[in-house]
Structure formats: structure tokens, C-alpha cells
């Protein structure tokens, strides 16, 4: 016996966005042969991991991790990487952007060019090598204007190009994954999730992130209303003052053009209270890269980037 | 982007909804002007739109410059997709499907449509009901919206007269009426100006109803409405066959309508089989009920066979089985719908073969009457008639967006080339 009910209930925001994410995950499971989680050890990516976890657990996850490391990458996002990969017991690949300058098929421009848009080559070498076709990643719509228009289930060819004039249309939550051998699917289960949505998500699951999300004292200078962390690579150039300033990174990528902000938030709740009044869009403040020009994202994207 | 200062105990759940209209009516500064009044906007971006307006010559910051999107477009001049875009008020989590107004793109409207629960429809206070208005009122019900929202615009430009507005709501109420369209409320507005879109502003004293910002705060939520049935398409099994979970077998979908409680009996379809349910799982954890549009993992009382595409369902309320199906049919490949050729159907999770046995009409959408049609080419929709090789387990669009709606994929490019609704 069973009698209709009006449900009384309906979804909080975080866990309507989570039954999504959850769904888009399975349909990659059901729908592709050989997918792989793009795994970078950012909060993302750290939000798809738990994801996968709801999806599909007791069992292991239907796919394997993968970095692609530029070897430009902050040492503790590197450890956390392992880490995570090993608690979950899951397999993690790491090809690197190293590997594909020894091969040549990645020349630099000159030896302090930023590897980051060197990426896409040693994305399609893997996805070639291990005959991947879907790529899970945890890029947002929100993030940056040419990401707007992505698809959940975003089309590249057998070049790993993204044109935006040849997208499948995508309707109801009926994903379409049919591709060609060589061809490959982007998955972004995390579409619709914003930078704020991230953050109340890892507060509420409480999830662990690499400690350089949190404010900690390091050496910057101020280049172009952006502040760029002194290392090895980034030295300052004559000129620069150094300044030890309390800083956090909103994102975490190649150190070459990941610039962190100024903050004094150590806890995710004190984050979540910067977030939710901050002023510069986490692009705008943080990724060098993204500066060069208003389109810079749309024509990395056509390269074949995530 | 990111919410306004005081956060976020956002308590209302999440609305998705739709605007339509051309570049003309005023659609990209009404959703500027969401942005920007909700405090959604940032400071960099909001500089990037400044530069931009004095580059181009204009005086104020122009808000529609805010959801310019891709190059290509920019370079066109106009919006050749759907995009995306998100505020949150505090209270709730709005996504906005934004889809251009021209004729030749009713297929973007459709794909925006398909999920959205609201759709605003911009009516320009000049011009009122146009063509384009009856047309994104059209497909706005043909795509199941449940809620319209008709925001005349540009009320600055006829003196903010309440006579205007009177007189296109009557127009528009008429043609409604004739449509079957019910659920409809009219709201004058300037998006230029900031009238009635989240400020009441000085201008508009003889309109007592809510602003347009309050109109989405309170609409009901998706699934909320009238009661539902249950219905679970099964999207992956879990077996994980380790010592600890030796028999563990565990259904794993999203409740795409209805609810569903631990001890409840259900059917698997196609089988037939009935069981009931042993428990509801959720990353380890225990749920008495899954709710609709919740991601959960159901186990079974009994040992049944059940793989990817099949359908668990309440014994009493189960869906039809069927092996031909007519649906209104929205066109959307370069290539017309070919008569002779079999496509692939997507429904739920289930995938069959298809050959289109008739088209019974097209609709003049501009018209609004129905013709005869030997094909559809893109953008065009019709009444098609398809066999299925496999049988679905269907109910009609308007009972039930989740198992009446389906894709059809041309099984030679492997692209999405139709949307089909179950009538």
C-alpha cells in the first residue's frame, strides 16, 4: 500500500548541490569505460574526493587519481596529495610536466616561463597513454567568464580542443558521453558550486586541506596589486621590497601563478567570513595568468586545459 | 562570486530559474541588476565592466556587460548560448539560466528551460506582447515551468505608467488563457533604473505587490508542490565483494521524484520483482527516508537481479511500460530529423534504439498553430510518434519532468539532437 504524499521536505542548498555532484558522478561511472579523477590536492578537487566517497562507497572509486604535476608546485600541497590518495587507499598517477620537456614535446619560451599552460600537453600525453576518455574535474561556472557556458559534460576532440561553438546541448540531468576513440569527455561535477559553496562544504564535512589555504607569515612583494610569494623561482626583482605579510591562498596551483591574499583567517569559518564579504573575484586576486587578457581563460581552454 | 555581508544561514534551499527575452528588452541589465543590488557582485569585476563602459563611450557602468561571455560572442555581438550564472541572497541559492531571445536559438531556450522552475519573460513597456513574447511563453509551458513571471520593462520609458502596464497584462492574460498557461503574476519594472527588480524605488507607488527579488525569495521549491510518485532509476550497483562487505549490494540513483522510507515496499522494473526496502545509505550513515533529488544507496530485503537502467518504483504507482511513445519534439541538430534513420534514446538511465514512426505536426511557434510536416530541422518542435526497441518506463511530461523527458543522440556523431517531452 502506498499513498501519495506532499513532501514536506525539501533540500538545503549544500546537500541539493552535493545530490548533484553525487549524480553527475554516477552517471560517468555507468556511462564511461575509463574515466580518471584529476586529483591536484586543491579544495576542488579535495570537495570531488569526498564526492566520489558518497558515491561510491563501501566500494573503491570506479576510477583511478591523476596529477599533472608541473614540479612547480608548493611542497605541502604535494604531501597532502599522498596523503589523501594513501588514506583513501585509492591509486594515484602523477605524470609530470618535466617528463614531457625531456621529451620535447613541452619547450619553454625561456627557462622562468610559467609551466601551468604547459599542462594541457602532458593532460593529452596521459589521457593518450592510458586511453582515458573521461577526465573528472573540479572546475566551477562561477570561477571565470569563458567557464559560464561549459557543459557538466563538456565535449573535446581528438586534439583535446573545447570548442565552444560545437558543445552538445545538455538538458534535464540527461548527461551524453558517447564519444569516438580519442575523443574525451571533461566531467565537472561541481559545475554549479561557487567559491562559497566550497568552503561551507568543507566546513560542514569538515574536510582537511594543505595548510597554505590558511593564513601563515611568508615573504611577498607587491607586483601589479598582487602580491607574489618570494621563492627560489619567484625571486624579487631589483628594486622590490620585501614584506613578511600574514597570507592565504584561495587557489592552489604552479607557484610561478598562484599569488596568494592577505588575510588572517586560520580557521575555515573565519575563511567562510572573508569569503562571503570579499571584494575580488578568486581569479581576479589570485591567478596571474588570468590577468594577461579578458579572454586568456577561453584560449587555454581551446589548447585543451581542464 | 560570493554572498552579501551578513551570511549565510541560507535556509530556502536553492531556485533555478530562467530568463528570456532579446538584447533589446533589457535581459542582461535586468540580470546586471540582480547581481549588482544583492551585493553579488565583486570589486575587480565590477572595474573590468567600468573600463569597459568608458572604453565604449558611455557614461554610466553598463550592467549588461556583466553577462558577456565567450570572445566569439563578444565579437558577434550577441548570446549564442546558455550561461550560467549565481547569486545568493542570505536566503537562498539562485541559479540563472540565461538564454538568448532570437528566433533561430529556441533551442538554447529549451536547454535552459529543462531545468529551471521559474521563468521571467521580459516584455519591453514599449512594444508589449510581441511574436518573441508568445513564443518564450510557449515553450516557458511546453518545458514544464511551473511558475511564469512577466516583468514589464523599461517602465521609465512610458512615464512609469500604471495604464501601460494594465493594458499589456490584460493582452498578455488572454493569450495565456488560450495557452492553458496558469500560474502567471506581472510585475512593472526598470532594470535600468533598479525599480521593483530588488529596491521598491520612488517611482512605481500605485504597485503594491512584491518586487521581483521577493517574488523568486518565496517561490516554492522545485518537487514541492503537489504530490509525487516515487520513481529511483537505478545508475550504478555496488558490490564490493571484500570480506567486510561480502554480501553487500547496494542500488545506487537519485530520487528524481516522490520519497521513499526504510520498510517500504517496491517494485523493480522491468522485472517486476517486489521487495521491500532494507536500508537507506548515505556515506555509511543510516537514513529512515530519502527525499527527491536526494543521491542515496538503497538496499533490498531480497536477493534481486538489478543492474544500470532499471527502475525502482512503489508497487501501486508504477510507470507505464512502453514500446512506442508520442512526444512534442524540440529539434536541435544541424541535420533534420531523418524519417528513415534509427537514433538512440536516452531516458533516465536507460538508453534505447529508436525509429521515428511519423511526425503528426510542426508548431508554428510564432503562430502558435500546428502544420503538417515531413521533417523537423533545427529549432523546429513537433508531435513525433518513435518505436523503441527496448520498452521505457515512462510517465507524461507534465505528470513528471524527471521520467517523461528524453534525449535523442545521432548514433553517427554521437551529438544530441533532440529533446523529447512524453505526452
Known amino acids: 500500500m502506498s499513498t501519495l504524499t506532499l513532501s514536506r521536505h525539501t533540500l538545503s542548498h549544500l546537500d541539493w548541490l552535493e545530490a548533484e555532484a553525487i549524480h553527475i558522478m554516477r552517471e560517468v561511472a555507468g556511462q564511461c569505460s575509463n574515466p580518471v579523477l584529476l586529483f591536484s590536492g586543491g579544495k576542488d578537487s579535495i570537495c570531488l574526493l569526498r564526492i566520489a566517497e558518497k558515491a561510491f562507497r563501501p566500494g573503491k572509486f570506479p576510477f583511478p587519481l591523476m596529477h599533472i604535476d608541473t614540479g612547480h608546485n608548493y611542497p605541502e600541497v604535494i604531501a597532502f596529495r599522498d596523503k589523501r590518495a594513501a588514506e583513501l587507499g585509492e591509486r594515484l598517477i602523477v605524470r609530470s610536466v618535466e617528463d614531457s620537456m625531456k621529451r620535447g614535446t613541452v619547450v619553454l619560451k625561456h627557462p622562468g616561463e610559467s609551466r601551468n599552460k604547459h599542462q594541457s600537453v602532458t593532460l593529452l600525453e596521459a589521457i593518450a597513454e592510458f586511453e582515458f576518455d573521461t577526465c573528472i574535474g573540479g572546475a566551477r561556472r562561477d570561477e571565470e567568464k569563458a567557464r559560464a557556458k561549459e557543459r557538466i559534460f563538456s565535449f573535446r576532440d581528438e586534439f583535446g580542443q573545447w570548442d565552444p561553438k560545437n558543445q552538445r546541448p545538455e538538458l534535464w540531468s540527461l548527461y551524453n558521453a558517447r564519444i569516438h576513440k580519442g575523443e574525451n569527455i571533461r566531467a565537472f561535477p561541481i559545475s554549479n558550486w561557487t567559491e562559497l559553496d566550497v568552503w561551507q562544504y568543507i566546513a560542514r564535512e569538515k574536510l582537511e586541506l594543505p595548510s597554505i589555504y590558511f593564513a601563515h607569515k611568508r615573504p611577498v612583494v607587491r607586483r601589479g596589486g598582487a602580491l607574489v610569494p618570494v621563492t627560489e623561482l619567484t625571486p624579487a626583482r631589483p628594486g622590490e621590497t620585501i614584506e613578511e605579510v600574514s597570507v592565504r591562498f584561495r587557489t592552489v596551483g604552479d607557484i610561478t601563478c598562484t599569488a596568494p591574499v592577505e588575510s588572517n583567517a586560520d580557521t575555515v569559518e573565519e575563511i567562510i567570513a572573508e569569503t562571503a564579504q570579499t571584494t575580488i573575484t578568486e581569479r581576479g586576486a589570485t591567478r596571474l595568468d588570468d590577468q594577461t587578457s579578458e579572454a586568456s581563460m577561453e584560449q587555454r581552454k581551446k589548447e585543451g586545459y581542464f | ?423
Open chain 2, 1 to 423: 562570486m560570493s554572498a552579501p555581508e551578513n551570511l549565510p544561514e541560507i535556509d530556502n534551499g536553492l531556485l533555478r530559474f530562467l530568463t528570456c527575452g532579446s538584447v533589446d528588452d533589457g535581459k542582461s541589465t535586468l540580470i546586471g541588476r540582480l547581481l549588482y543590488d544583492s551585493k553579488s557582485i565583486l570589486a575587480d569585476t565590477l572595474h573590468a565592466i567600468e573600463r569597459t563602459s568608458r572604453k565604449r563611450g558611455l557614461e554610466a557602468v553598463d550592467l549588461s556587460l556583466l553577462t558577456d561571455g565567450l570572445q566569439a560572442e563578444r565579437e558577434q555581438g550577441i548570446t549564442i548560448d546558455v550561461a550560467y550564472r549565481y547569486f545568493s541572497t542570505g536566503r537562498r541559492k539562485y541559479i540563472i539560466a540565461d538564454a538568448p531571445g532570437h528566433e533561430q536559438y529556441t533551442r538554447n531556450m529549451v536547454t535552459a528551460a529543462s531545468t529551471a522552475s521559474l521563468a521571467i519573460i521580459l516584455v519591453d513597456a514599449r512594444k508589449g506582447v510581441l511574436t518573441q513574447t508568445r513564443r518564450h511563453s510557449y515553450i516557458a509551458h511546453l518545458v514544464g515551468i511551473p511558475h511564469l513571471v512577466i516583468a514589464i520593462n523599461k517602465m521609465d520609458l512610458v512615464g512609469y505608467s500604471r495604464e501601460v502596464f494594465e493594458r499589456i497584462k490584460t493582452e498578455y492574460l488572454y493569450f495565456a488563457g488560450k495557452l492553458g498557461i496558469a500560474d502567471v503574476r506581472f510585475i512593472p519594472i526598470s532594470a535600468l533604473v533598479g525599480d521593483m527588480v530588488v529596491e521598491r524605488g520612488d517611482n512605481l507607488d500605485w504597485y503594491e505587490g512584491p518586487t521581483l527579488l521577493e517574488i523568486l525569495e518565496n517561490a516554492p521549491a522545485a518537487h514541492s508542490e503537489k504530490p509525487e510518485k516515487f520513481r529511483f532509476p537505478v545508475q550504478y550497483v555496488c558490490r564490493p565483494q571484500t570480506a567486510e562487505y561480502r554480501d553487500f549490494r547496494g542500488y545506487m540513483g537519485r530520487v528524481e521524484s516522490g520519497e521513499i522510507a526504510v520498510g517500504d515496499e517496491v517494485q523493480v522494473l522491468p522485472s517486476g520483482l517486489i521487495t521491500r526496502v532494507k536500508d537507506i545509505q548515505l556515506y555509511g550513515r543510516s537514513l529512515p527516508l530519502a527525499i527527491s533529488e536526494q543521491s542515496v544507496t538503497l538496499l533490498l530485503e531480497d536477493d534481486i537481479d538489478i543492474s544500470r537502467g532499471d527502475m525502482i518504483v512503489k508497487p501501486a504507482e508504477a510507470p507505464a511500460s512502453v514500446k512506442q511513445i508520442e512526444a512534442m519534439v524540440c529539434w536541435l541538430g544541424e541535420t533534420p530529423l531523418d524519417l528513415n534513420r534509427k537514433y538512440l534514446v536516452r531516458h533516465t538511465t536507460r538508453e534505447t534504439k529508436a525509429l521515428v514512426a511519423g511526425i503528426a505536426y510542426r508548431m508554428d511557434i510564432n503562430e502558435l498553430i500546428q502544420t503538417p510536416a515531413a521533417r523537423l530541422a533545427m529549432n523546429d518542435i513537433g508531435k513525433v510518434a518513435l518505436r523503441l526497441a527496448q520498452p521505457l518506463f515512462v510517465d507524461p511530461y507534465g505528470e513528471n519532468r524527471a521520467t517523461g523527458a528524453f534525449i535523442i543522440v545521432d548514433e553517427a556523431t554521437n551529438n544530441t539532437v533532440g529533446a523529447g517531452m512524453i505526452l
